[in-house]
T-cell receptor
């Protein structure tokens, strides 16, 4: 079974803090994604990566950055956390080419106070 | 703006009935379509994928795709209380980007 593991299930951070969300997948997938999920808005793509050290902006990259130094690990960084970044963050991975299904981690519920 | 639209529900059906979930999308060039199920407080899990026009069946689930009308649907036969969840429609519009709908909440009443 594909396993995508996010480092934290729940996280509470203060406004202005630098926040790291870590994601690891164990199936040698080329593609990794970070989404945020908010009620009524569905999943929105923040960033994705299709190879080590490669990254592409998604639909809502502002206020976020990412790092992919190893194939299995994809990190999301909130440079200076703000209250409007309170959300559920979901990491996903997929194999093969474009249009293949994604496998999700368990999610990180981030609250910024 | 490429969009995927779903009725937010809730859709309520009695146990044993057929639940019908619908999704429309705006990008005619879309080629890959997915249905994910998400239980409250959990992450989405893939239940069906469909790539060509017509029906695709897997157990109690049937996905239907009509590219000319730009809609994709999911039928759940013999609905069970354990099917109660939010169902997310997802459409790959090209490249590595997949757009998700906001989801339809389904309640199956025992």
């Amino acid at each position: 079974d594909v396993k995508v593991t996010q480092s934290s299930r729940y996280l509470v951070k203060r406004t202005g803090e630098k926040v790291f969300l870590e994601c690891v997948q164990d199936m040698d997938h080329e593609n990794m994604f970070w989404y945020r999920q908010d009620p009524g808005l569905g999943l929105r793509l923040i960033y994705f990566s299709y190879d080590v050290k490669m990254k592409e902006k998604g639909d809502i990259p502002e206020g976020y950055s990412v790092s992919r130094e190893k194939k299995e690990r994809f990190s999301l960084i909130l440079e200076s956390a703000s209250t409007n970044q309170t959300s559920m963050y979901l990491c996903a991975s997929s194999s093969g080419g474009e249009g293949t299904e994604a496998f999700f981690g368990q999610g990180t519920r981030l609250t910024v106070v | 703006q490429k969009e995927v639209e779903q009725n937010s529900g809730p859709l309520s059906v009695p146990e044993g009935a057929i639940a019908s979930l619908n999704c429309t999308y705006s990008d005619r060039g879309s080629q890959s379509f997915f249905w994910y199920r998400q239980y409250s407080g959990k992450s989405p899990e893939l239940i069906m994928s469909i790539y060509s026009n017509g029906d695709k069946e897997d157990g109690r689930f049937t996905a239907q795709l009509n590219k000319a009308s730009q809609y994709v649907s999911l039928l759940i036969r013999d609905s069970q209380p354990s099917d109660s969840a939010t169902y997310l429609c997802a459409v790959n519009t090209g490249g590595f980007k997949t757009i998700f709908g906001a989801g339809t909440r389904l309640f199956v009443k025992a």
